[in-house]
């Protein structure tokens, strides 16, 4: 038995050395000198401190911001998840009603059809990205929130549209964060 034994504790030891210790610092390194912005957070910095991360999104609710996708983690990146309710699921239609009373609330005048990433959570509950329709559907509360002109505020968000992936895939998206800040340095 103790012959079968000490290889199998070897082969243990082996692998554990080459997947626990040598091949995640060879991935780590790599990602530090290839990817040094996204291996760190892809933390955006202001005077020394870190505001957020372009990856994760951040729950604003203030009218004078864009709001971005609801969060089923409640923005945590640790309970990362969506929240699994089917679409014939009271509870789901109960959220998504409430987030369309929120949004006529804070906007009762705009009569643009609410775009569906407003008032659905994407599958992690951390996308850091709306649509463009979703930000456009912002532009009057936000312009007003902070008494700028719509044109002006339009033009920020085509400004930080970003296109599709690589020209073809997925439909242009808004980073939340970076159109907040982008917001605050006009001011």
Do not use: C
Request: proline fraction near 6%; charged fraction near 15%; charge should be negative.
């Amino acid at each position: 038995m103790i012959s079968q034994l000490r290889p199998a504790f070897f082969m243990l030891l082996i692998f554990t050395v080459i997947t626990g210790v040598i091949y995640p610092l060879a991935v780590t390194g790599i990602a530090q000198v290839v990817f040094p912005h996204q291996a760190n957070g892809s933390l955006i910095m202001v005077d020394g401190k870190a505001l957020g991360s372009e990856l994760i999104g951040q729950q604003f609710d203030d009218p004078k911001y864009f709001w971005g996708r609801p969060s089923a983690a409640g923005y945590n990146a640790a309970a990362s998840s969506g929240s699994n309710y089917g679409p014939l699921n009271p509870a789901l239609t109960d959220m998504v009603q409430a987030r369309i009373d929120a949004l006529k609330a804070a906007d009762p005048d705009n009569t643009l059809p609410i775009p569906v990433d407003l008032v659905t959570a994407s599958a992690s509950g951390l996308d850091p990205h709306i649509s463009v329709a979703a930000a456009l559907y912002q532009v009057s509360r936000v312009a007003s929130a902070r008494g700028l002109n719509e044109a002006e505020v339009t033009s920020l968000v085509e400004e930080y549209t970003k296109g599709r992936q690589f020209g073809f895939l997925g439909e242009p998206t808004v980073n939340v964060l970076l159109l907040n800040l982008a917001l605050d340095g006009l001011q």
